[in-house]
């Protein structure tokens, strides 16, 4: 038997004991960043370089796809980039090749997508040239890249020394390692660890009753247990009187990058802040043993009069999530008259306006906040449509907020200042 073949098998077995672990396995993302003060000038000037020339890969690939997306790429130490001044060609010193084929990858990816997308129908372009690279794959652990836990730092192939980083702390100590990313933002550089950690591991206790949620403009969130959240992230002075610099400056400038540089990493604080806030959320939902949402319309908010709300609050960002989680949600239908319904004694009212922050029944005299109302007529709505039998035997009375709830949603949100928590009364008496 030759080499090749036994080679080939070993692989095939390596595969099939992965896929058998991976099952008793979750994957999660660590993010790390890199501490720029403690960098050396030649990890500074690499770390500027390997992106620039990611760029000019990636760029010259897309210039000649059929001819120039293959493995001679990987091998290339010379590519060839369009300039003002015309054609130049650049030295490729820092990326390696695992990571040049990391970059190929990623365009057959693309083209994949981009193939995908035309089989539905949908109208797709060319894949255009980059102005800016801000990701490289770091695929094989331990070869692209290496954890050093006990030093706080991490080894990347082509640097020398291995870069200091915040956050080793987080991974848990029996986490399988498996890829990792370079990332670079306005605000600094980052390294995106993906670990597998045992399901046991990660299991946490929730608390035994679903939960529905109503999301709303005034107040971004009403749960059905009666707790109110509302937060938002304008944009800030500071943004907006760079924004009225660069309009005036000469397009192409010196000046003119510096400011958007500037721009740049205003937008980044601003997106922290709210993404921040909704992984708080997020993970006071997840404490829960059902979810329950109605699937709202939320590009049709942010095209109307409250497109500027959306934008701060990021509304849509959270719903995305709680979609993509479908252990604990259970979805119900945009069209199901919640606002309109009491949650009381059920009868429909037809004449209730926008600006009416106070549901009044008509038939059993209920008074009950108005978003409130909508969240309870959604998990009453939504476990009427679930037919298993564990769903069926948890509470669902609507209870007041118990104390196990006020704790966690305190502990939670409460280290964020911009996050507002309040209660409403869900035990609202009928005149």
């Not at 970059?103 to 193939?115: A, P």
């Not at 943004?239 to 010196?254: D, E, F, T, V």
Request: aromatic share 6%.
């Amino acid at each position: 038997m030759s080499v090749t073949i036994l080679k080939k098998q070993k692989i095939k077995e390596s595969l099939k004991k992965t896929k058998e672990k991976r099952k008793n396995q979750i994957p999660k993302v660590y993010q790390l960043k890199i501490s720029y003060s403690n960098l050396n000038k030649d990890q500074k000037q690499w770390l500027e370089r390997i992106f620039l020339e990611a760029k000019w890969l990636y760029n010259y690939c897309i210039a000649d796809i059929q001819n120039r997306l293959n493995s001679k790429t990987e091998k290339s130490k010379q590519v060839e980039i369009k300039t003002p001044n015309g054609f130049e060609t650049r030295e490729i010193t820092c990326l390696s090749s695992q990571m040049k084929q990391a970059v190929l990858d990623r365009i057959k990816k693309n083209l994949t997508d981009l193939s995908k997308a035309k089989q539905k129908g949908i109208k797709v372009g060319k894949l255009k040239f980059k102005s800016d690279y801000r990701n490289i794959p770091l695929k094989q652990n331990g070869i692209t890249f290496k954890v050093l836990k006990d030093k706080n730092r991490i080894k990347i192939q082509g640097l020398k020394k291995p870069v200091r980083v915040l956050g080793l702390h987080q991974i848990p100590e029996n986490s399988e390692i498996a890829k990792a990313e370079l990332i670079k933002k306005p605000d600094g550089y980052y390294i995106y660890l993906t670990c597998f950690i045992d399901k046991n591991q990660t299991k946490e206790k929730k608390i035994k009753k679903p939960i529905a949620i109503d999301f709303g403009i005034k107040h971004q969130l009403t749960l059905s247990n009666g707790i109110k959240i509302n937060y938002s992230v304008e944009e800030t002075k500071r943004l907006k009187k760079l924004q009225k610099k660069l309009s005036k400056q000469k397009k192409g400038s010196n000046n003119y990058f510096k400011t958007k540089y500037k721009i740049q990493k205003e937008h980044q604080k601003i997106y922290n802040k709210r993404k921040d806030i909704q992984n708080k959320i997020f993970s006071l939902l997840k404490k829960y043993e059902y979810v329950l949402i109605q699937d709202e319309a939320v590009k049709q908010w942010q095209s109307g009069l409250f497109g500027k709300q959306v934008q701060n609050t990021g509304i849509g960002e959270i719903i995305s999530r709680l979609k993509n989680n479908p252990e604990t949600l259970i979805p119900v239908g945009r069209y199901e008259a919640t606002t309109k319904i009491c949650s009381n004694c059920g009868s429909r009212k037809e004449d209730i306006e926008l600006s009416d922050r106070v549901y009044k029944c008509n038939s059993c005299g209920l008074v009950i906040d108005r978003d409130l109302n909508s969240a309870i007529n959604i998990l009453k709505i939504g476990l009427e449509k679930v037919e298993t039998t564990t769903i069926k035997n948890l509470l669902t009375d609507c209870g007041e907020v118990t104390p196990v709830e006020r704790k966690v949603s305190a502990r939670i949100l409460g280290s964020n200042p911009y996050i507002r928590v309040s209660y409403a009364s869900v035990k609202q008496e009928a005149t």
